[in-house]
């Protein structure tokens, strides 16, 4: 796969396709509040927010209420849709069309989808520590190991992130391992490192992309 980030200078870059202006355009990147799952593994699941994962999001409401979306695209599960619908109405000025992007769906985790982890740990005892010692590869049944899901959504982010306009603000809703593939290639990492870059239910990564002919960089963005 053709890598589109590279560093130049302590900053993390990205091939984009700006035309040259001087001018920023902001992404925040969030995963979703915390999922209605009774504690059971989610992966693709389709479920809704719990009532603590809606008050998380709320709590973004409130922080960012000076702050408009001009675009917004979420993954199509319901817990990131409800996520972007909250962001979203919390300013009159923000974009009313969220664009669903099929690809930045949660990883699957195929047959273990609606078990405990007690339950995994004990019925598929060996694929459980095989997948510990090579996430990138080793995938659950009928799931995707780290290697299948980086091939899904590293050429869906490049796509969504270059139509990132210079001086305004882009939303996405997405997943924990969705953003942290993202945020492991940004930062140069491996892909066993994966799990180890925080993403809390209702985390915020904000990234200012700025527009320097087809080069971006992204930085965190203080709020």
């Known amino acids: 796969m053709e890598e589109w980030w590279t560093k130049d200078i302590g ?102 989808e609606g078990k405990s982890t007690i339950e995994v740990k004990r019925d598929y005892a060996d694929i459980w520590e095989a997948r510990g010692r090579d996430i990138i590869h080793v995938s659950p049944p009928g799931g995707e190991s780290m290697r299948d899901l980086a091939d899904r959504v590293l050429p869906t982010f490049r796509a969504v992130l270059s139509g990132a306009v210079p001086g305004k603000n882009m939303l996405i809703a997405a997943h924990q391992a969705v953003n942290r593939v993202l945020l492991a290639a940004i930062e140069g990492l491996a892909l066993d490192r994966v799990p180890s870059i925080p993403q809390p239910p209702g985390g915020l990564n904000s990234l200012e992309v700025a527009g320097q002919g087809r080069v971006a960089s992204l930085v965190p963005r203080l709020l």
């Not at 993390?12 to 915390?34: E, P, W």
């Open 11 to 112: 900053c993390f870059c990205l091939v984009s396709m700006f035309t040259g202006k001087h001018m920023n355009a902001y992404v925040d990147l969030f995963r979703h509040g915390q999922a209605a799952s009774g504690g059971l593994m989610t992966g693709g699941r389709d479920v809704p927010l719990s009532e603590q994962g809606e008050a998380e999001i709320r709590f973004w409401q409130k922080s960012l209420s000076n702050l408009f979306f001009d675009q917004a695209f979420s993954s199509p599960l319901l817990r990131a849709r409800q996520t972007a619908r909250m962001l979203l109405e919390a300013h009159p000025l923000s974009a009313r069309e969220l664009r669903i992007v099929p690809d930045l769906r949660e990883v699957s985790l195929g047959e273990w």
